[in-house]
């Protein structure tokens, strides 16, 4: 679910769903404001309406009778009662002014200061689906009434009884499965919306793998097509950019070698043997940085077709050949899983960190495990290891750490950027950490290949 939040996916969804709802919660509650609004319009009048009917009834009848009359005429809302008028308000509400016009010249309608006990506690309105709810506002006073006869009568307007409760199962049901019908529109939305960018997202980390990945589908709406359309000429640039370097850098290599051969034959003439030994060793680190620098090139194409392989039979035939070599070297451990990668890289790769191992320690130790769905590859030394602030320099080309890990021991300086580039273009990485008990430990992580994704 975390996961799922923290993908653009789950923020469109999340930011659609919350539009509707605040959207669809603003326009109920401006809704249920108006029906009240209404419903306290519509009842202020009936009362109105009922009042003067009430009113001028009592009216006709006898003056005595009317106590009488008034117990059995009054109705919930409107209580009229014969007494005493009651202290007169400062103001005459709207109501007062209303009725005394229905009822005409001869009537006297004032408001009183004070009102009915029911008016401090009127009945809730439910409102937003009933998580809210709001006071009555209608009429609620005491009036004083003076009859045409002089006779003068109490009138109480009083507020509505509180409605009954209801079942609202039914409402309630229709409400859910209108939000529940949101989230899916939203979550439609948002996967149409994000679809074509994941398409996009898994174009370009496929293209780090594999620059001759098949070019994008142009298709979907004119922003896609424009966006697919600019990401496969990005594609084609820079695959003619990696053709067109490792091209040039092959050339230069073939071209160097005619005159550095020539160089060396000149060499064997050279009469000091002191002399001749410096030159042709300058001229074999020459020729070596040349293969490299060629290597390295060819560490950066990615013409070489990617296929599934067992990782442990590679790694066993890297070590054997290693052996053969007459390369101290050891292997323990298993994966048990299978990689997408491109065997002659992976061996540049691992051969790389077995020679440096060897070369700079004596020996290499090689380790193999597996770790949250990746192989773990660990290879160690047995050497005085590099100081924390070079090792992220190491991985620099031609950068050397000025110990014992100096031109004297032979190479370029490239093994481990070549080796980095390799695991870059299979989606691992590679770290490097002095080991507690001596040496350097260098870890290259490869993950697992699924079918199908």
Known sequence: ???????????????????VLITGALTQWLADNERQRVLEHARDQ???????????????????????????????????????????????SDFAETLAERLGAGYHIVSADSRPRACDSPPRIPQLYGLLSARWRG??????????????????VLPPRAAAVNDDTDYRAVIVLFFLSIAGLAY???RMTTRPLKRLAVAAQELGNDINRPPLDVSG??????ASTAFNAMQA?????????????????????????????????????????RLIGDLSAMQAMVREGLELARSMDTTETMQMLDLDSLLASSCDDAADAH???????RSGMAILGRPLDLRRCLGNL????VKYGREASVTVDRVNGAARIRVRDSGPGIPPAEQARVFDPFYRVETSRSRESGGTGLGLTIARNIAEQHGGSIALSNHPEGGLEVTLMLPEYYPGK
């Open 46 to 92: 009936n009362l109105i309406e009922r009042a003067e009917q009430l009113i001028m009834a009592t009216e006709i009848v006898p003056t005595a009778a009317r106590p009488a009359y008034l117990e059995v005429a009054n109705r919930p809302g409107l209580s009229l009662e014969v007494g005493a008028p009651r202290p007169l308000a400062k103001s005459t």
């Open 139 to 156: 009429a609620c006073e005491f009036l004083n009434v003076r009859l045409r006869d002089g006779e003068e009568l109490r009138l109480a």
């Open 221 to 226: 709406a004119s922003e896609i097509r424009q």
């Open 354 to 357: 077995i020679d440096n191992a």
């Open 327 to 333: 390369q101290a070297v050891t292997l323990s451990g």
């Open 1 to 19: 679910m975390k996961a799922f939040l923290g993908s653009m996916t789950g923020r469109v969804f999340i930011t659609l769903l919350l539009g």
């Open 188 to 190: 439609l939305v948002a």
């Open 237 to 277: 640039r820079i695959r003619q950019y990696i053709f067109q370097r490792t091209q040039m850098l092959a050339a230069i290599t073939h071209d160097l070698q005619t005159p550095l051969t020539r160089m060396r034959l000149r060499l064997e003439k050279v009469a000091d043997a002191d002399l001749q030994e």
